[in-house]
């Protein structure tokens, strides 16, 4: 019986023992979020139970029913948060989601929000990756979405802004990367662009930048991590322990850190993608892919995953998972955010 786990699931009132050989102890408890429409969904107690953020104030809309593309924390304040849809506009909230205001409204431009990226000293001051009439363009607001203004209109036809990163010690400092493999770069805070790099045969999905070292920056496409410690200057090209991944997060207690996720595993590299290790994971009954991967700030060994609508949660960095069981009629969680300064404050986005 040593090499053997006893497995307790706990089911409404019933209790299941189940025995297996090397495995994790699961522990299941059934999600309430009160409704099984997409959005953002808040829980307070560390997932126990969810509740729906649909208060807009001061526009026409009358609820929040979007579906989340991303979810973002102002660094210095966590109240603050900001999250997008494509065609709906970008979202901010000052009160940790109880009230919410539209600060861009893609349909009176006739342009689709592709991506945001957040100042990191100021929360006034937005950069949005759009497409208009087939081209790539970027937006500037320093006033909270009151004005903005158009700061660049990539040539290219087919391209599309896949990423945006704000240098944290150098804010005036943006790097943008295309689908096309182009890399540009503003000094001065969008009056300007420069051609950073252009990667030949290369397809950006994102682009994400080293929470401690700013000038290290990570381009996910789907074959391949491409790794750069000049700011974009160059890359060094290194393979996926994976095929297909479907979820990338850099650890942001250590930038050197990063998990990657698809499908029905996981994998967590230590050396900036030079090796992987393989994490046992959790699965679903019916298959699917991670989702996405979300590692509490200040303490990394509390992680979250989801497949589908099913929540996973380590409190002891992978070696044993719990399982929150998501009543959401088949929605899927693509989105999962812990707030830095209260980690049971727990954020999910909905699909």
Not at 46 to 72: C, M, S, Y
Not at 289 to 295: G, K, L, M, R
Not at 331 to 336: E, F, G, L, M, W
Request: aromatic share 8%; net charge negative; no cysteine.
């Amino acid at each position: 019986m040593d090499s053997q786990r006893v497995i307790v699931v706990l089911i409404g009132a019933a209790v299941v023992l189940v025995v297996m050989l090397g495995f994790a102890v699961l522990a299941v408890r059934n999600l309430d979020v009160g409704g099984s429409e997409t959005g953002i969904y808040r829980s307070e107690d560390g997932g126990t139970a969810f509740e729906k953020l649909t208060n807009i104030r001061g526009t026409t809309d009358r609820t929040l029913d979007i579906t989340p593309q991303k979810l973002q924390f102002f660094p210095q304040n966590s109240d603050i948060l900001f999250t997008f849809s494509q065609t709906r506009g970008v979202y901010r909230t000052n009160d940790g989601g109880d009230s919410w205001q539209r600060i861009f409204r893609p349909e009176e431009l006739g342009i689709q929000i592709t991506t945001i990226a957040l100042h990191p000293e100021n929360p006034d001051i937005l950069y949005v990756g759009a497409r208009k009439n087939g081209r790539a363009r970027i937006y500037k607001t320093e006033d909270n979405g009151k004005t903005w203004g158009e700061q660049y209109v990539e040539p290219a036809q087919s391209a599309r802004v896949q990423g945006m990163v704000v240098n944290q010690d150098q804010p005036q400092r943006v790097t943008v990367a295309m689908n096309t493999g182009v890399l540009l770069r503003t000094e001065n805070g969008g009056e300007d662009w420069t051609l950073a790099n252009n990667l030949e045969s290369v397809t950006p999905r994102d682009l994400k930048s080293h929470p401690q070292e700013p000038r290290v920056l990570y381009l996910t496409t789907q074959s391949a991590l491409h790794v750069s410690t000049d700011g974009g200057r160059s890359f060094e090209r290194r393979s996926w322990p994976l095929e297909s991944p479907t979820a990338i997060t850099v650890n942001p207690n250590g930038g050197d850190q990063l998990y990657v996720g698809g499908e029905g595993e996981m994998y967590r590299s230590l050396d900036r993608g030079k090796t992987w290790d393989k994490i046992r994971i959790l699965t679903p009954k019916r298959p699917g892919s991670v989702q996405d991967i979300a590692i509490t700030p200040g303490d990394s060994r509390v992680i979250y995953y989801s497949v589908r609508d099913v929540l996973y949660f380590s409190n002891d960095g992978g070696e044993f998972w719990r399982t929150v069981e998501v009543d959401i009629n088949g929605n899927v969680i693509d989105r999962i955010l812990i707030n830095p300064s209260n980690r049971d404050i727990l954020y999910l986005g909905m699909r």
